[in-house]
């Protein structure tokens, strides 16, 4: 084994699939970071979870009442 540095292999771009860029990576330009933190903001990459957001108030309705008549 020869003690050299081998370069990353390029990984595609996740978003059009070009060769990354290094200046944007891992995107290959500007308009794909671009595209990926409109994504992140729109939350199109949320987790879904079952927990409530912490800023809504919690629920005073009781399991089991049923006040709907």
Do not use: H, N
Request: proline share 16%.
């Amino acid at each position: 084994m020869d003690d050299v540095p081998r370069p990353k292999p390029v990984r595609p771009c996740p978003i059009c699939g070009k060769p990354a860029v290094m200046r944007y990576r891992p995107f290959c330009s500007q308009r794909c970071a671009t595209v990926d933190l409109g994504r992140w903001f729109g939350g199109s990459y949320r987790v879904p979870t079952d927990e409530k957001p912490e800023d809504t108030p919690p629920d005073t309705r009781a399991e089991g009442d049923d006040d709907e008549r």
